[in-house]
């Protein structure tokens, strides 16, 4: 059976890139497709901070429904925004070549760090890895698509906002060390110190489970490495967050056939922070085992490393946490 491939996605400019991108890779392999955007409750609600709005998937729920009710046939989502357990009848079938993880300062001028400092994001981790690193400073609240965000920035005499560095390239935004942008221009600094969410930079492909030929259309899209490195990441934060909102971490490369994985936690205030560094050989071709058993270890590394957190204080600090935001 042919058909033509229905693929939803946010209406945002950043969303339809990737969504675009899909539909392009799909094309150039022969497949017949159409874009049906859909406006989330994440982009609809814009004066509350996401942690208060109490929703699991906020930018996800929306089109998974549509799916759901068979308006859509696969969804583009960026993967740092897709909950760690998908919907019942939902399968993940693809995750695209993952782009920098990077986070990156977007800023009014030169600013002097040793003076107070008002950032902008509305990121809980980017928050308090902010605060650990400079507890003098304010963090405020910045809710938006990526646009949105450059324009408040513009608009207030905050000395900085933070971005996902990925977002500002796919939308040709980075121009040298400038943001180039119709709603602000100025410089930006790459963050190399904080971590990343996980899986910041990579795009993913869900469908429903019963539906063959969208998924095995959509999973000749797949990135092997950039699958491995998200899987472990996302169960690090699924093993700790337990459906929670937390200052989560999490990035896992491949170097020279090993896998090299950094993770952290914070206090929402930033003055707590656990952190682990830790290294595992990447099975092999050599190895005898089947793709089920070379996944369930790739899982199990990173439930490890999170379970490593939670013993050092992490258990105690999550309860601290979900209470601070009930």
């Known amino acids: 059976m042919k058909k033509t491939i229905r693929i939803g996605t946010r209406d ?3 969303a339809l890139w990737q969504a675009n991108t899909v539909q392009s890779k799909l094309e150039d392999l022969g497949y017949s497709t159409q874009l049906v955007p859909v406006k989330s409750e994440g982009d609809l ?3 509350i901070p996401l942690y208060e709005m ?10 998974d429904v549509a799916m759901i009710q068979g308006k859509v046939d696969i969804v583009v989502h960026s993967m ?3 909950p760690t357990s998908l919907p019942k009848g939902i399968v993940q079938t693809a995750v695209l070549q993952r782009a920098t993880s990077d986070d990156i300062l ?3 001028g030169t600013i002097d760090f040793e003076k107070p400092c008002t ?11 902010w605060l650990n690193r400079y507890p003098n400073h304010e963090l405020v609240d910045l809710r938006g698509n990526v646009n949105t965000r450059l324009q408040k920035l513009n608009d207030n005499k905050w000395e900085g906002a933070i971005f996902a560095k990925a977002g500002m390239e796919r939308l040709g935004f980075i121009s040298g060390n400038q943001i180039d ?6 410089p930006f600094q790459n963050l190399d110190w904080m971590i990343p969410a996980p899986a910041q930079g990579a795009m993913v492909v869900v469908a429903m489970d019963n539906d063959a030929y969208c998924k095995e259309a959509s999973s000749k899209l797949n990135h092997r490495e950039s699958q491995i490195c998200t899987l472990i990441e996302r169960q690090f934060l699924r093993t700790l967050e337990g459906g929670c909102s937390a200052p989560i971490g999490a990035f896992a490369e491949i170097v020279d056939n090993q896998i090299v994985f950094k993770g952290c936690l914070f206090s929402l205030d930033g003055k707590t922070n656990l952190e682990i560094e830790k290294t595992t050989p990447l099975p092999g071709s050599h190895d005898v085992m089947n793709e089920n058993e070379f996944f369930l270890g790739i899982t199990q590394f990173g439930k490890d490393c999170a379970n490593k957190i939670l013993q050092s204080g992490g258990t105690e600090l999550m309860r601290v946490i979900k209470s601070e935001l009930t």
């Open 12 to 14: 945002s400019e950043l």
């Open 45 to 47: 609600i814009l004066d």
């Open 54 to 63: 109490g929703i699991t998937g906020i930018f996800t729920k929306t089109l």
């Open 80 to 82: 740092k925004d897709v």
């Open 106 to 108: 977007v800023t009014n």
């Open 119 to 129: 950032i902008a994001t509305g990121s809980l981790r980017r928050k308090a890895q």
């Open 181 to 186: 942008s119709p709603n602000f221009v100025g």
